[in-house]
């Protein structure tokens, strides 16, 4: 239990002594004080007063005015401990911290914690299994998949802290359509890539140009129909070729996980689910929850207001939804999670919807969770594969490099190369992280690079800046030693940095349950706002006393520490000097 639960957990002691036997207080019937300046929790008196009227609660038995009980309450309550300050205003009771006590008991909690500060025991002896990171092979990854990987890899991390035995998995579409135009491209237009040309490139660019063909001429998308079928089967004059382009791309896709950090435990592919696939349709045709429709085979979701799941195309190629049984049949399996989260698109919805309402049929009791995020376009507009106007994600991170890269030499003209460069690639990596990551997952996102690599406003590199900026004054105090006590708490600015640092385990705990890695990315955002006013009231070095040089070292190290631990969850890297 957290120093702010432990705070609240006094309060609500306090109320049930002075409200008697007349209404229970929870810790939700605290909220935020409608205004700061009044404390820093407040206990609305509306329902104790509905439910004190009910009953005949005043003595002409009439109805009770929720101000005369906030005042009645607080009259009976005197501060203690963490609580500095019980005051009634209107309906509200409003309790105020004590900055010496409970700072102290914040600052302390924070460096005895370090790093495991804000982790919790909710999903204690729960196991989750987290899907993302589903690109295709034979297709370059692309701005668009950065959401995904990053909203992924927020999940886990967040899931993690909430105490969940987590299992990362990706699942990757290597036996599609897509991969039957870009195979037969291969072998009718172009065998080999030009000079100096990558595969993946030269794979995306085959890809484009089949398309285009199959648009114009239905004797080639026939024959990429028969490719798709014969792939199937892992048999047919392509399937050397699927082979060896196949192992180009996983390589490809793996260099990228690699490279941002995706933390993948297992990765399964949709050829290895054919077989399963088959299987598991043949089962539940004999069942009756798989029919025959105009050619097709389909799962008939009407009651579910769901319209039809199709799993098998008439011409014989299966879904992507009939293998997603079979993919969630096998997680089952070999790993038994409790619950499944989903990270896709957002146009998948009506898909997952579809997939769940099947499997339930099936009699799968397990929770499924469609955690969805909406698309990313850039200032141009909109990408498609189709087309061949995707950003590759190579080409946006190089992007963000070189602006990054100026930026820093232009503010350290006395850096070695080798120091620039590693900057910059972290600048760039929490540039493009925090620019995903800080806005609501349901809501589009139109990336500005420019914007998302400035060191001001709502970016990563601002609180990259943020946390160097503390580390600096960290370093520039030599060996003298933070004290972690509240003693010196006098300003207002100091009290609210107080109450934000208190607040970072319910922020991560809240983010956790709703998959909400945005709150988190707001959450620094405002913590090193309060930070910068901080800074501009409060000497640290330059206090007058040498105790309250190290009070204030010891403020500025736990906000160091909670920035450190807020930038794990989103998966950013940190630098001491920018």
Not at 81 to 101: C, H, L, M, S
Not at 315 to 340: M, Q
Not at 411 to 436: C, N, P, S, Y
Not at 484 to 498: N, S
């Amino acid at each position: 239990m957290y120093a702010l639960h432990r705070a609240k957990r006094h309060v609500l002691t306090e109320l049930k002594k002075a409200v008697g036997r007349e209404f229970t207080p929870t810790v939700e019937d605290l909220k935020p004080s409608p205004d700061p300046k009044l404390g820093d929790l407040s206990f609305p008196c509306f329902e104790l007063a509905r439910g004190m009227s009910a009953r005949g609660g005043s003595a002409s038995g009439g109805k009770r005015n929720p101000a005369e009980i906030a005042s009645e309450i607080a009259a009976k309550i005197a501060p203690k401990g963490a609580i500095k300050k019980i005051e009634a205003a209107g309906p509200y009771v409003n309790f105020t911290f004590d900055d010496r006590a409970f700072g102290t008991e914040v600052f302390e909690e924070i460096h005895a914690r370090g790093k495991k500060y804000g982790i919790s025991t909710t999903g204690e002896g729960k196991r989750v299994m987290v899907e993302f990171a589903n690109p295709n092979t034979h297709k370059e990854v692309h701005v668009g998949h950065l959401r995904n990987f990053f909203v992924g890899q927020a999940v886990v991390n967040l899931q993690t802290l909430a105490g969940f035995d987590v299992v990362p998995v990706s699942y990757i579409n290597d036996l599609g359509a897509h991969v039957a135009k870009c195979l037969w491209a291969v072998k009718n237009i172009e065998p080999k890539p030009k000079e100096g040309e990558g595969t993946i490139d030269y794979l995306s660019r085959m890809y484009v140009a089949a398309t285009k063909v199959a648009e114009e001429n239905p004797k080639a998308k026939e024959e990429m129909s028969a490719i798709h079928r014969e792939l199937e089967e892992l048999k047919g004059p392509y399937l050397k070729i699927w082979k060896k382009t196949r192992l180009a791309s996983i390589k490809a896709l793996k260099s990228v996980f690699k490279e941002l950090g995706l933390t993948i435990d297992k990765t399964y592919y949709e050829s290895e689910l054919i077989a399963d696939t088959k299987k598991v349709i043949e089962d539940l045709v004999k069942k009756g929850i798989v029919v025959h429709s105009e050619g097709a085979w389909i799962v008939d979701l009407a009651q579910e207001k769901l319209g039809v799941n199709l799993l098998v195309k008439s011409d014989g190629t299966l879904l992507y939804n009939a293998k997603d049984i079979a993919l969630a049949l096998r997680k089952e399996d070999e790993y038994h999670p409790a619950r499944s989260l989903y990270v896709i698109d957002a146009r998948q919805s009506l898909a997952m919807q579809q997939l769940f309402a099947t499997l339930k049929r099936m009699g799968f009791q397990k929770e499924l969770v469609h955690v969805s995020y909406d698309f990313v376009t850039l200032k141009e507009g909109a990408m498609s594969s189709r087309k061949g106007n995707v950003i590759r994600y190579e080409v946006l991170r190089d992007t963000a490099r070189d602006l990054a890269r100026a930026e820093t030499r232009k503010r350290h003209a006395d850096w070695r190369e080798k120091q620039i460069e590693k900057t910059a690639v972290t600048i760039a990596d929490a540039a493009l992280r925090f620019g995903m990551l800080k806005q609501d997952p349901k809501s589009k996102i139109v990336f500005d690079m420019e914007e998302a690599v400035s060191f001001d406003g709502f970016t990563g590199p601002y609180i990259l800046y943020t946390y160097a900026r503390i580390c600096s004054i960290l370093k520039k105090a030599g060996r003298m030693k933070p004290n972690y006590r509240g003693d010196y708490l006098k300003e207002p600015v100091e009290h609210r940095l107080l109450l934000s640092l208190a607040k970072y385990p319910d922020v991560v705990h809240g983010a956790a349950l709703g998959y909400q890695p945005s709150a988190v990315a707001q959450y620094l955002f405002e913590l090193c706002q309060t930070f910068a006013a901080y800074y501009d009231a409060v000497p640290v070095l330059q206090a007058e006393d040498t105790k309250i040089v190290a009070a204030r070292l010891g403020t500025i190290d736990v906000l160091r520490q909670v920035i450190e631990n807020g930038c794990a969850v989103l998966g950013m890297k940190l630098v001491k000097e920018m």
